[in-house]
């Protein structure tokens, strides 16, 4: 009977140690790791929403002619989000091939090829030279091969 308590308590300790590491809670009470955790939760909550209602209204404000491109620098590499009003054959392995010439390894995508295109990528850099790479350039580099992609493929052009 001692036995099951003592593993209990000890795989419930082992589950708040858990909890406080996730969550990157500072607090020793059970209490106070569990509302480090429902802020967290709450924050993580908030981020989902925004992510959510900026990737509606960018639907909604994309111009089919010209890909939008938005990159957000993450703790270990980049955001990468890329809208089209209309999805063309053969846009997605030209975005790829841009990551792939910038020295980005996609670590997690979500790609949507339907009547638009949308990429929400996070890319982190493989590059062991030492070089940082910024938001800026690799937005630049990556609207480029867009933008290029597209002016050579356009029926009109």
């Not at 590491?21 to 981020?47: F, G, P, R, V």
Request: proline content about 2%; hydrophobic content about 35%; some cysteine.
């Amino acid at each position: 009977m001692v036995s099951k308590e003592y593993k209990r308590d000890s795989s419930l300790r082992e589950n708040f140690q858990l909890l406080r590491s996730i969550t990157n809670s500072h607090a020793e009470s059970e209490t106070s790791i569990i509302e480090d955790a429902s802020k967290y939760i709450k924050k993580l909550k908030h981020k989902v929403e925004k992510i959510n209602n900026e990737t509606t209204s960018e639907q909604y404000l994309c111009d089919p002619t010209d890909p939008m491109v938005t990159v957000e620098t993450l703790e270990k590499g980049f955001m990468i989000n890329i809208m089209s009003g209309k999805n063309e054959q053969g846009m997605l392995v030209c975005v790829l091939e841009a990551f792939e010439d910038l020295g980005l390894e996609v670590v997690e995508a979500r790609v949507s090829c339907t009547d638009t295109f949308s990429l929400h990528a996070i890319g982190i850099s493989n590059n062991d030279d030492g070089q940082s790479m910024d938001a800026e350039a690799v937005k630049q580099a990556v609207s480029e091969a867009v933008r290029t992609w597209s002016d050579s493929h356009d029926p009109k052009g």
